[in-house]
């Protein structure tokens, strides 16, 4: 089945612990993305990757990190988690172009709270 | 600024009873505009995509439409089943990086 993987799906956990959230997609996609979702904000882009090795900054990077050393895998890296990276975070792909070409398909979300 | 805005911020409607969004945006020249449907705790899934002013696109009860300044998605004898929330997005033309701007959404609900 195409889909977009996300792990772990609900994490709680404390300022200042660095934390990694991983994204898998298997439909051998050239994009990628991660928006945070929050209540009365919508959807913001935080970082997105056109192609292996190629990585960009979207509308709201600050405290977060990604890699793409690898087609399939786009982990997001919080390095010293804030509680206003509290939010609901979605993983995207699609194929190269991007969104504005191509369906863009979204994994399931993960709930993070940090206290 | 780009901005995107949509109304109602809720619906709720009679099954059957049609309706329309509305999706209003501000950009530098558009790229294209999106639409999505997203579920109670799902991630957005994908609707259509909207190019130029008088394009249109339909799917089942779902037909979405476009001007210069807005794209309604217009729905059509809904049933329950079409409860969700629908988020429009819009990637303008000149921007210093790839970037997807989305609407609060608006939360829709057809009673039976």
């Known amino acids: 089945e195409a889909q977009v993987t996300q792990n772990p799906r609900y994490l709680i956990t404390v300022t200042g612990k660095k934390l990694t959230v991983t994204c898998s997609q298997n439909m051998n996609h050239e994009y990628m993305s991660w928006y945070r979702q929050d209540p009365g904000l919508g959807l913001r882009q935080i970082y997105y990757?056109?192609?292996?090795?190629?990585?960009d900054k979207g509308d709201v990077p600050e405290g977060y990190k990604v890699s793409r050393k690898e087609k399939r895998n786009f982990p997001l890296i919080l390095e010293s988690p804030s509680p206003n990276q509290t939010s609901l975070y979605f993983c995207?792909?699609?194929?190269?172009?991007?969104?504005?070409?191509?369906?863009?398909?979204f994994g399931p979300g993960t709930r993070l709270t940090v206290l | 600024e780009d901005q995107v805005t949509q109304s109602p911020e809720a619906l709720r409607l009679q099954e059957g009873e049609s309706s329309s969004l509305n999706c209003s945006y501000t950009?530098?020249?558009?790229?294209?505009l999106f639409w999505y449907r997203q579920d109670p705790g799902k991630g957005p899934e994908f609707l259509f995509t909207?190019?130029?002013a008088g394009e249109e696109k339909e799917k089942e009860r779902l037909k979405a439409t476009l001007t210069k300044k807005e794209s309604f998605l217009h729905i059509t004898a809904p049933k329950p089943e079409d409860s969700a929330t629908y988020l429009c997005a819009v990637q303008p033309m000149k921007t210093s990086y790839d970037k997807v701007i989305f609407g609060p959404g608006t939360s829709l609900s057809v009673i039976p």
């Open positions: 950009v530098s020249g558009l790229r294209g």
């Open positions: 995207a792909s699609s194929l190269s172009g991007g969104p504005a070409y191509n369906e863009q398909f």
């Open positions: 990757s056109m192609n292996v090795e190629v990585t």
């Open positions: 909207l190019y130029s």
